[in-house]
């Protein structure tokens, strides 16, 4: 499903509890009964037993052209997975805003326009204009939340039959996305890579980076224009028995010449993406 678009702001290693155990080389010193090897699963599906909550929270960062950051937004929902027919909900989405580096979010705004927004896991439909009915045309962070899970289960769930340890693996190569009202986006060299196992949720998962840099970026909605770049990447912990997501993180940094309604000059945009998405029952 993925068609990458979670490059905007107002318009991405928090990987702790790491524990990745390093696969032992094969030598001739080393007798090949005493070596551990491993594989992924091949040709299994993602196991639901029933409906399962993430909590998904994603920090963007606006900084001017020195690093001082000038404003931050902070978006939190929740997603509901493994309901009947295969489909996903969102509830208690909010947004908060704050300026300067330093100063405590307020109570987050509730959006009531994505409440109980419902369809299929893996829907090919995400970039279609009738798919997002009823969200407001600015409403661009919120349709955010539903390409990032999206990319995130699609790369930590859709690859294992493709994966081998410490092996890049290229997913898309000059993929061209366009997005409707807004603008376009090019994946320039999306790569994959199983580095390892480790735990989470007290659960033994395969650990999964995801890279793309130098992603071209053509924006232009509400008047607001946007031509710039886009680097994001990330980390996926997937459970090996269930290959359900157990933790995922999400970077991007988004550097770009913008120009607001009613001007003639253009300003640069630097926003960073920070996000986190977890079981909400996790320990």
Known sequence: MFKRMFLLSALMWAASGLTAQPLLAQSSSVP?????????????????????????TVDYDTANTTGEVVHRQRVTGDYTRGLANGEVEWKNVGVADAD????????????DFIEGFH??????????????????P????????????????????????????????????????????????????????????????????ALITYQAFFNPINLATGGMTLIGRSDYWGEI???????????????????????????????VLNIF?????QPVDAK
Request: glycine content about 8%.
């Open 32 to 56: 090949t009964s005493t070596v551990q090897t491993w594989d992924l699963p091949h040709g299994t599906v993602v196991k639901d037993a029933g409906p399962r909550t993430y909590r998904f």
């Open 100 to 111: 300067g580096a330093t100063a405590p979010f307020p109570a987050p705004q509730k959006r």
């Open 119 to 136: 369809y299929p896991q893996g829907s090919p439909d995400t970039l279609k204009p009738e798919f997002f009915k009823g969200f407001p």
């Open 138 to 205: 600015a409403a661009i962070i919120e349709r955010n939340l539903v390409w990032d899970t999206g990319m995130i289960e699609m790369f930590g769930q859709n690859y294992f039959d493709h994966l081998r340890l410490n092996e890049p693996y290229q997913v898309f190569s000059n993929q061209d996305v366009n997005i409707p009202d807004v603008g376009a986006f090019k994946n320039h060299n999306v790569v994959l890579e199983w580095i390892g196992r480790s735990q989470r949720n007290g659960k033994e998962c």
């Open 237 to 267: 912990w997937v459970s090996l028995e269930t290959k359900q997501i157990e933790y995922g993180t999400l970077y991007e940094s988004v550097v770009g010449e913008m120009k607001l309604p009613g001007q003639d000059t253009t300003q």
């Open 273 to 277: 993406r920070n996000g986190t998405l």
